[in-house]
């Protein structure tokens, strides 16, 4: 069972924007930063979003970050399919572990 | 360029010790800020962070496997090396080294390609 909290799936059509959200506490997003990752089908995963909503080169603007309190949101904008992926959200806690949620399966229709 | 890749063991059996080493080029685990993390997925499943190793060598374990593992690191050789004792079939998985961002245990923003660790007798 994993610390933080995300819904197992989420679904839009191509063009369409989707959220994602990710649930913790005091303990770990309220006073952390949070980072998300998309995996694509057998690979590993790749950091999207970090220090709440910034984005590393090469990752475009469609995808966006933001954090409020003990949750944390990631939002797709102009879905493609290559978007279908599992979403993952991580940040530190203060038991001194990172900490994940148990992901998100994004699908395209 | 910075790459990460695990190596070990693709079968160990149960009880045994499990020994993975990363092997990682395009920085140095001796600069400041510099930090590795061992990360595992069972198949099917969520990450799961087991441990981390500081450039100044401080080591940070998951609180559920911290009597299990152990994390060193040789600068020299660039390599991280991850110790698990007394496998499972439980542990069965893909394990991920990942860089963390600099000075931060936020994120992770480089992954190896992962190598799947299966328990089993």
């Known amino acids: 069972q994993s610390v933080l909290t995300q819904p197992p799936s989420v679904s839009a059509a191509p063009g369409q924007k989707v959220t994602i959200f990710c649930s913790g506490s005091?303990?770990?997003?309220?006073?952390?930063?949070v980072s998300w990752y998309q995996q694509l089908p057998g690979t590993a995963p790749k950091l999207l979003i970090y220090d709440n909503h910034k984005r590393p080169s090469g990752i475009p603007d469609r995808f966006s970050g933001s954090k409020s309190g003990t949750s944390a949101t990631l939002g797709i904008t102009g879905l493609q399919t290559g978007d279908e992926a599992d979403y993952y959200c991580g940040t530190w806690d203060s038991s001194l572990s990172a900490v994940f949620g148990g992901g998100t399966k994004l699908t395209v229709l | 360029q910075v790459t990460l890749r695990e190596s070990g063991p693709a079968l160990v059996k149960p009880t045994q010790t499990l020994t993975l080493t990363c092997t990682f080029s395009?920085?140095?685990?001796?600069?400041?800020?510099?930090?590795v993390s061992w990360i595992r997925q069972p198949p099917g499943k969520a990450l799961e962070w087991l441990g981390r190793i500081d450039w100044h060598d401080d080591k940070y374990y998951s609180t559920s496997l911290k009597t299990r593992l152990t994390i060193s690191k040789d600068t020299s050789k660039n390599q991280v090396v991850l110790i698990m004792t007394n496998m499972d079939p439980v542990d069965t998985a893909t394990y991920y080294c990942a860089r963390n961002g600099r000075y931060s245990s936020d994120y992770f923003d480089y992954w190896g390609q992962g190598t799947l660790v299966t328990v089993s007798s």
């Open positions: 005091s303990s770990n997003i309220e006073n952390n930063d």
């Open positions: 395009g920085f140095s685990l001796s600069t400041d800020g510099m930090c």
